[in-house]
């Protein structure tokens, strides 16, 4: 099977001209006001909007920002004596040298006396800031500026921030709107002078990035025994970053007196990177909060929002667990010692510091019986270990982390332990829920399910954002975790759909964990981006796939961020996609069996699929040619010249009523690794075709990659 790594990168392929946003700065605003968002990230060429949820919030502009040339020495000097002047409170633009030769220009380098606040600081960080291409990704390169105006009854709480442009919508970032007023770091000075510390009031929000090396301050005043909390959020802004370790901004947040002596001091909380610090002032003063990265490395994604509130933090609040039909919860001190525990059952325990929390329940020899921990992912920091004794108090079964899926923003999902057990003799049994690291105390609450086995699944859509094609089809990864044994085929629905719909194959393989879909839409005016649901059923259970998008983390680890909802768009994306029909509509193909007694070599199992060339619309030198894409191991394409036509085979013929289309063939052969294995499979035609002339006469040759409906390919049994 192939990681999801190789899954995911083959559907990036397919749409790299995606918009990508890596960073937001400031990611937040007061109801009632105007925010000035710096947006960074790749691909933005062609911005015609922003898409905010929740209500309440007007894009007001989007501004694309050129990128910036580098200038000869002498232009430099020019610019920088400029904004010398302007830092005087002189306007005026020198007067040019007699020489400029080779300058270069820039929309911003034309009106230095008369730009905002935030296209300055980008102007003077880029004359004056050394750039290190060390520290330089392609994923942050491309710059926006974003102006929202937020509402004065907009609601306060968490949103997802995406930009549009040419037919295509960028992955989502968080954007919270809040009630308390806002604060953004000091911009950047013009040298000589260094940044100053921000001034804010508690209560207040700070927003800010950090950049290599560097360490944010703010001044802040607090009277003796105050307790003011900071509460950070950095990791949770931009969770997983690919090219660096550990793949997420560590913040660290400090309080120092007047001398600079540390006062309080966080780094996390619990198992959360991002810190929680709570400051008792020792007496009336004024203090400064400081921020750093634990590594003091830095970059424009390192971006983090700080609340600030009086009063100690609040508890750690877990979420709710998932409900089970007819599964009644239940508190742990509610139960009586000794007595067994009536199943199904939904206990709601909370693990004092090195205790060991006892469950009996009766059993009968070969009941199965499923025993699963609640708690790391619902945000506790219970790093839970669970074991199954026999009456005679013998360990008979133990599970500490139970590997799951790579989805969603906690690390260590697996902490959570899972048993399916199954009972050696009738008798009473106890479970055991304890922490690996002995700790505990009023945070580490858990949820203990103790109840039958309930086959089910949870699916998840990559990416959250689709361009469409008009004709054509796209592509979308469903990546499955299945639960409780469930092993069946998971058919797949789209809900609230309007002009899209599945083409192809439309459910996930028996045994699957991923799977290709195929959608398709009408071509006409509605562009707007959409939101889609879709449901996916298998048996009696049915659920709403989750959408999100893949992220890298530290290089090597893929994970899958849920996003709010599902948008598509429509986009003329594929030249020639008119041309090119599959010749059956079955969305199922199967292999051959082999002659009688012969299972390898050239007899083994073959599979041919067959693509329609429509011969009236496809030019005399145009080329094409059918391709799989990324086949599992057990799937090799067999050399077929039918599966190319060059240019000059297909003629059109004066009396085109006796025109057929063309066939392309793709032979492929199952190995015996592929026996009883289904896969939804993605093809593609390539297309390649002379441009008009330009005007001054040339002709290039243009390459269209067109995905095709997905097939499934079911290897059979033999």
Same mark, same amino acid.
């Given at each position: 099977m192939k990681t999801l790594l190789t899954v995911l990168i083959c559907a990036a392929a397919l749409g790299a001209s995606a918009i990508h946003i890596g960073y937001l700065m400031p990611s937040g605003g007061q109801r009632g006001r105007t925010v000035e968002l710096l947006v960074g990230g790749q691909q933005f060429w062609g911005l015609s909007g922003a898409l905010v949820s929740g209500g309440g919030v007007t894009v007001e502009s989007v501004e694309s920002v050129r990128g910036f040339p580098y200038p000869p020495w002498k232009q430099r000097q020019y610019l920088k004596k400029w904004l010398d002047g302007i830092e005087r409170g002189c306007n005026e633009k020198p007067p040019l040298p007699d020489d400029t030769e080779g300058w270069v220009t820039h929309y911003y380098w034309e009106r230095l006396d008369d730009l905002t606040e935030l296209e300055r600081e980008l102007t003077l960080r880029f #004359?004056?800031?050394?750039?290190?291409? #060390?520290q330089m990704s392609p994923a942050i390169a491309s710059t926006a500026i974003v102006r929202l105006r937020i509402a004065p009854d907009a609601k306060p709480g968490e949103r997802e921030f995406r930009l549009i442009g040419n037919g295509r919508i960028s992955n989502p970032l968080r954007f919270f709107v809040d009630t308390l007023p806002e604060c953004r770091e000091p911009f950047f000075p013009l040298p000589p002078k260094k940044p100053e510390p921000g001034l804010f009031a508690v209560p207040g929000v700070l927003?800010?990035? !950090?950049?290599?090396?560097?360490?944010?301050s703010y001044q802040f005043s607090a009277k003796k025994g105050e307790a003011i909390t900071f509460t950070m959020s950095a990791r949770y802004l931009m969770p997983f970053i690919g090219d660096g370790v550990p793949g997420h901004f560590q913040a660290v947040l400090e309080v120092v007196n007047a001398k600079g002596k540390t006062l309080a001091f966080a780094d996390d909380r619990y198992f959360d990177p991002d810190p929680v610090l709570c400051f008792r002032a020792p007496a009336d003063g004024e203090y400064r909060l400081l921020v750093r990265d634990a590594l003091y490395r830095g970059r424009e994604d390192f971006v983090y929002r700080i609340r600030a509130v009086r009063g100690a933090p609040d508890p750690c609040v877990m979420d709710p667990p998932p409900v089970f039909p007819g599964v009644k919860t239940v508190r742990s001190d509610s139960l009586k010692k000794n007595i067994p525990v009536v199943r199904p059952v939904m206990i709601r325990g909370v693990l004092a510091p090195g205790a060991k929390d006892d469950y009996r329940f009766d059993a009968e020899k070969g009941e199965r019986i499923i025993l699963e921990i609640f708690a790391r992912r619902l945000k506790s920091p219970l790093d839970s270990l669970l074991q199954v004794l026999d009456g005679r108090g013998n360990v008979v079964a133990v599970n500490d982390d139970c590997e799951r899926l790579k989805a969603g923003l906690i690390l260590h999902g697996a902490a959570d332990s899972c048993l399916d057990f199954t009972a050696p003799a009738d008798g009473s049994y106890?479970?055991?829920?304890?922490?690996?690291t002995g700790l505990g105390g009023p945070d580490y609450g858990y949820y203990l399910r103790i109840?039958?086995?309930r086959p089910r699944f949870t699916v998840y859509s990559v990416p959250s954002a689709l361009e469409v094609p008009m004709i054509g089809a796209e592509a979308l990864t469903l990546v499955v975790e299945r639960q409780d044994g469930f092993t069946g085929e998971i058919a797949l629905k789209l809900k609230n759909a309007g002009d899209y719909e599945? !083409?192809? !194959?439309?459910?996930i393989p028996a045994n699957c964990d991923r799977a290709f879909?195929?959608?398709?839409?009408k071509p006409n005016r509605k562009v707007e981006p959409r939101s889609l649901k879709m449901e996916a059923s298998g048996g009696s259970f049915h659920t709403d796939v989750i959408p999100g998008d893949e992220a890298m983390q530290a290089f090597a680890y893929t994970h899958i961020v849920p996003a709010e909802r599902m948008l598509a768009t429509k986009r003329w994306k594929y030249g020639g996609a008119e041309k090119f029909t599959w010749a059956s509509k079955n969305p199922v193909a199967k292999f051959v069996p082999p002659p009688a007694g012969k299972v390898s070599g050239e007899a083994r199992a073959l599979l041919k699929l067959t693509l329609n060339v429509n011969p009236w619309r496809f030019p005399a030198d145009a080329e094409a040619s059918l391709e799989i894409v990324d086949p599992p191991d057990w799937i090799k394409v067999v050399p077929d010249e039918a599966s190319s036509v060059k240019p000059g085979r297909i003629v059109s013929p004066k009396n085109r009523r006796n025109m057929k289309p063309y066939p392309l063939t793709l032979t492929l052969a199952r190995g015996q690794s592929g026996k009883g294995k289904s896969v939804n499979q993605l093809f593609?035609?390539?297309y390649k075709y002379n441009s008009r002339p330009d005007k001054e006469g040339k002709i290039r040759r243009i390459t269209s990659e067109i995905v095709l409906p997905a097939v499934r390919l079911e290897g059979g049994s033999f």
């Open positions: #004359l004056y800031v050394p750039r290190n291409p #060390l927003n800010g990035q !950090i950049m290599p090396g560097e360490t944010d106890t479970v055991r829920v304890s922490d690996t109840d039958r086995a599945l !083409i192809g !194959i439309r459910s879909v195929t959608l398709k839409t593609k035609a390539v």
